[in-house]
């Protein structure tokens, strides 16, 4: 894998001194991990007019495993917890004839981009901007295999819970089970907190477990996601609780359920983002959801379980082949409850088959 980590670098070198940058800091952990395999908790990848070094207050795990690092990455380990990584890494930089510092100032805290201004005086300090987030957009066939390997995990730990009886348990519990369930088939842990929505709880945005109870009647939102060798994919189901669902709640899954159809149909690249969206919002407010419906119908998945880019009205920008998004459209009646489904997909043209899901739990109205 280090050719691997190589060659992302080398696309970065390549822009940024285009650009006229002589070096660059990275030190958003998902975009570190990205360029070299790890990312140690604070530490910074300079890459610099004579070298490229990872800096870190502790020794990394290389790639997937422990192992010696690529011989084109030199790693410096400080010698005392105290040190700033990326003041060092500046350090670094100007000792090695740079005039220029490119940095992710999306990222860095300002007393951290103070501390670089004083540390290296000489150095211009300059934004990156999301260019490493770019670089991450469109995802290679290993990229995609692990996501495809997270979300069949994810889907088998939802299988196996909704085989169990669920009246009686509390959101919290079956949240830490799903959890646990993730863990023990090979996932290294969930992608977020999973959400376990019961009765007026369902399909509520950002509802975290409670001590409520399922119920009889109750609609049931379950999100959850694994993560898996730094890859994370998400899925979301809504069910209905008892022997069959109330005619409003029929009507309701109906709605969002076609929304979200819609806007799986739409992943084709050259689509635009907005358009991604507003397919999908369209279903739901031609319902008269309008007002219920979030500012996002989905968003990019890879190392972080929220990434680039966004679905949403506002965004610029169309997709490419080999990008994973979720579609994952959701109405909430306040006091009633509601209903949430969520996919990874991954664009793919309509000569490859169109869009790849990597969800595939049944999206089937089911009482349980």
Same mark, same amino acid.
């Given at each position: 894998?280090?050719?691997?980590?190589?060659?992302?670098?080398?696309?970065?070198?390549?822009?940024?001194?285009?650009?006229?940058?002589?070096?660059?800091?990275?030190?958003?952990?998902?975009?570190?991990?990205?360029?070299?395999?790890?990312?140690?908790?604070?530490?910074?990848?300079?890459?610099?007019?004579?070298?490229?070094?990872?800096?870190?207050?502790?020794?990394?795990?290389?790639?997937?495993?422990?192992?010696?690092?690529?011989?084109?990455?030199? !790693?410096?380990?400080? =010698?005392?917890?105290?040190?700033?990584?990326?003041?060092?890494?500046?350090?670094?930089?100007?000792?090695?004839?740079? $005039?220029?510092?490119?940095?992710?100032?999306?990222?860095?805290?300002?007393?951290?981009?103070?501390?670089? @201004?004083?540390?290296?005086?000489?150095?211009?300090?300059?934004? !990156?901007?999301?260019?490493?987030?770019? &670089?991450?957009?469109?995802?290679?066939?290993?990229?995609?295999?692990?996501?495809?390997?997270?979300?069949?995990?994810?889907?088998?730990?939802?299988?196996?819970?909704?085989?169990?009886?669920?009246?009686?348990?509390?959101?919290?519990?079956?949240?830490?089970?799903?959890?646990?369930? &993730?863990?023990?088939?090979?996932? $290294?842990?969930?992608?977020?907190?999973?959400?376990?929505?019961?009765? =007026?709880?369902?399909?509520?945005?950002?509802?975290?477990? /409670?001590?409520?109870?399922?119920?009889?009647?109750?609609?049931?939102?379950?999100?959850?996601?694994?993560?898996?060798?730094?890859?994370?994919?998400?899925?979301?189901?809504?069910?209905?609780?008892?022997?069959?669902?109330?005619?409003?709640?029929?009507?309701?899954?109906?709605?969002?359920?076609?929304?979200?159809?819609?806007?799986?149909?739409?992943?084709?690249?050259?689509?635009?983002?907005?358009?991604?969206?507003?397919?999908?919002?369209?279903?739901?407010?031609?319902?008269?959801?309008?007002? %219920?419906?979030?500012?996002?119908?989905?968003?990019?998945?890879?190392?972080?379980? @929220?990434?680039?880019?966004?679905?949403?009205?506002? %965004?610029?920008?169309?997709? @490419?082949?080999?990008?994973?998004?979720?579609?994952?459209?959701?109405?909430?009646?306040?006091?009633?409850?509601?209903?949430?489904? @969520? $996919? /990874?997909?991954?664009?793919?043209?309509?000569?490859?088959?169109?869009?790849?899901?990597?969800?595939?739990?049944?999206?089937?109205?089911?009482?349980?």
């Amino acid at each position: 894998m280090s050719e691997v980590y190589a060659a992302r670098r080398a696309r970065l070198h390549d822009q940024c001194a285009a650009a006229g940058s002589a070096a660059v800091l990275v030190s958003r952990p998902a975009n570190v991990r990205y360029l070299c395999g790890a990312a140690p908790p604070g530490a910074v990848l300079l890459l610099g007019p004579a070298q490229d070094v990872l800096v870190a207050s502790e020794t990394p795990s290389w790639g997937l495993g422990p192992g010696p690092h690529p011989d084109d990455l030199r !790693l410096l380990v400080l =010698p005392g917890p105290d040190g700033d990584p990326a003041v060092a890494a500046a350090d670094l930089a100007a000792a090695d004839g740079a $005039d220029s510092l490119s940095v992710e100032e999306h990222d860095l805290t300002v007393a951290r981009h103070r501390a670089l @201004d004083s540390a290296a005086p000489n150095l211009r300090l300059a934004d !990156l901007g999301r260019a490493v987030e770019q &670089l991450r957009l469109v995802k290679d066939d290993e990229e995609i295999s692990s996501m495809r390997i997270a979300g069949e995990l994810a889907d088998q730990a939802l299988g196996e819970l909704l085989e169990s009886i669920l009246v009686g348990r509390t959101e919290r519990h079956l949240a830490l089970e799903l959890e646990r369930r &993730l863990v023990d088939h090979g996932a $290294d842990g969930p992608a977020f907190p999973t959400v376990v929505a019961a009765g =007026p709880n369902a399909g509520r945005p950002g509802h975290l477990p /409670t001590d409520r109870r399922v119920e009889e009647g109750d609609f049931l939102t379950i999100r959850l996601g694994a993560d898996y060798r730094g890859y994370r994919c998400q899925v979301g189901r809504t069910f209905v609780i008892g022997p069959s669902p109330a005619d409003w709640q029929v009507e309701l899954y109906d709605v969002v359920f076609a929304a979200q159809r819609a806007g799986r149909e739409a992943l084709l690249p050259g689509m635009g983002y907005r358009d991604v969206d507003r397919v999908t919002r369209q279903v739901l407010d031609a319902a008269g959801y309008g007002e %219920a419906l979030e500012a996002s119908m989905g968003h990019g998945v890879g190392l972080e379980i @929220d990434e680039d880019p966004r679905l949403a009205p506002s %965004a610029m920008g169309k997709l @490419d082949a080999c990008v994973p998004v979720t579609v994952e459209p959701g109405v909430h009646l306040p006091g009633r409850g509601g209903v949430r489904i @969520d $996919d /990874t997909l991954v664009v793919r043209p309509e000569a490859d088959g169109g869009p790849e899901l990597l969800t595939i739990t049944t999206k089937e109205l089911l009482a349980l």
